[in-house]
């Protein structure tokens, strides 16, 4: 036993002096007892710190943190987003009547096609919304208010049927393009002789998904819009109960600035009125030939200009940023490299697999001999018994006399 823990040791340290290993290496060559031991213990400690810094360096990677970047982009062509509009007089006003002018990107936009009726919870169905998920998506290739979305909106006061509104108006919402539109939560109000100027801009928000934030991937709702921040949050906020919304991993959001004005101003009433005269839209509202302009708001709605603000996410701690560290770590503490990981488990290998080589050779010598033991049994039997064949039915032999010198005989005849 001894002398086996003897060629162990004297294993251990051959593996130590040719060891990639700082530590190791000295103390393979240390000349005295105590110098192998001081290096042993210098490793150890190595390795002790090694160990307390990759736990650090784990707890961190297991976090996920992430970067937050902010980009600008401008781009030629930009989609222009949904715009609706509440009568707050009326529970039934249908888009024909409360529309009294309109223009798009410098052209009149009539018929109303590009409008479509939506069924409010809190203002029935005298909504409408412009460029609505189910209509032909529309683009602006030119900013400016002269370029954008221009509305002359008629309340019709004294209708038949009220949403029981407080105020006489209409409440406005700008939405992204072919989201569900939430006006009583995401929108402003807009009184009747009043004009409402909004510039607008898009901002965008990338996120990381699963492990590094908890957000959702949906991009369509139930109704089949796509889905926005409010998606969630608009039922809950209406019922006064907290519900645990995810942000959206991709997501679209208008920025807006608006202004109220009075309208129309002393300089232009003449010209809107002469825009309501020869406006198609307006003959359809015109009984006796006079124009009740305190029945009437504006709103226009474009983009200030096409560059839009995008906030991403990235990886803050990357698997290779932690392997190399993990790296870095072990050659500062403990002086290894991948090579000499595999120094040792190549080591380690042959530690295992060398009592089993030595008892495979054993057991092909000690197979070897007896075979050969045995193959000289059979060669002496088979000489055994060609012996005795050949001496089956003969006579034995007589045994040979010697003949006598002939100088014994010459002397005998002579005697």
Same mark, same amino acid.
């Given at each position: 036993m001894g002398r086996h ?67 600008t982009q401008t781009n ?105 539109p939430f006006p009583e ?90 825009? *309501? ?6 003959? !359809?509202? $015109? +009984?006796?030939?006079? @124009?009740?302009? #305190?029945? %009437?708001?504006? =709103? ?18 990357? *698997? ?6 993990? !790296?870095? $770590? +072990?050659?500062?503490? @403990?002086?290894? #490299?991948? %090579?000499?990981? =595999? ?73």
């Amino acid at each position: 036993m001894g002398r086996h823990f003897k060629g162990f040791g004297n294993c251990i340290n051959e593996y130590f002096r040719i060891s990639t290993a700082h530590g190791l290496r000295r103390s393979g060559w240390a000349a005295t007892f105590w110098g192998k031991i001081f290096w042993l213990i210098v490793f150890g400690v190595g390795v002790a710190g090694f160990v307390i810094l990759c736990g650090f360096l784990v707890a961190d990677f297991v976090k996920y943190p992430v970067k937050i970047a902010t980009s600008t982009q401008t781009n030629d062509i930009v989609e222009f987003p949904a715009v609706t509009v509440c009568n707050l007089g009326s529970s039934n006003q249908n888009v024909n009547d409360s529309i009294v002018y309109c223009s798009f990107d410098g052209g009149i936009c009539y018929p109303y096609n590009k409008f479509k009726t939506y069924q409010s919870a809190k203002y029935g169905s005298s909504c409408f919304t412009f460029n609505s998920r189910d209509a032909d998506k529309l683009k602006s290739i030119n900013v400016g208010r002269n370029f954008g979305l221009t509305l002359f909106l008629n309340v019709h006061r004294g209708s038949s049927e009220s949403t029981g509104a407080d105020t006489e108006g209409f409440r406005i919402a700008v939405h992204p393009p072919g989201s569900q539109p939430f006006p009583e939560i995401d929108g402003f109000s807009l009184p009747t002789g009043f004009e409402a100027t909004v510039s607008i801009s898009y901002n965008y928000n990338e996120r990381l998904g699963s492990p590094y934030s908890d957000c959702t991937e949906e991009t369509l709702d139930s109704a089949g819009y796509n889905v926005t921040s409010l998606t969630c949050e608009a039922p809950c906020m209406a019922q006064n109960t907290e519900c645990d919304c995810l942000p959206l991993c991709q997501e679209t959001n208008v920025e807006k600035q608006y202004t109220l004005s009075l309208w129309p101003s002393l300089n232009h009433k003449a010209t809107i009125m002469n825009m *309501l005269k020869t406006s198609k839209t307006w003959k !359809g509202h $015109l +009984s006796d030939g006079t @124009i009740d302009i #305190s029945q %009437l708001a504006a =709103i226009t709605v474009y983009f200030k200009d096409f560059t839009s603000t995008k906030t991403t996410e990235t990886k803050a701690f990357t *698997l290779p940023q932690f392997i190399s560290q993990v !790296g870095g $770590l +072990s050659a500062l503490c @403990i002086g290894f #490299s991948v %090579l000499t990981v =595999i120094e040792f488990v190549e080591f380690f290998l042959s530690l295992v697999f060398a009592p089993m080589k030595k008892s495979n050779k054993s057991d092909r010598q000690s197979l070897t001999s007896r075979s050969d033991q045995s193959d000289k049994s059979d060669q002496f039997d088979r000489s055994e018994s060609v012996l005795s064949t050949e001496t089956v039915g003969q006579p034995p032999a007589m045994p040979r006399m010697s003949s006598a010198p002939s100088f014994a005989i010459h002397d005998f005849t002579e005697h």
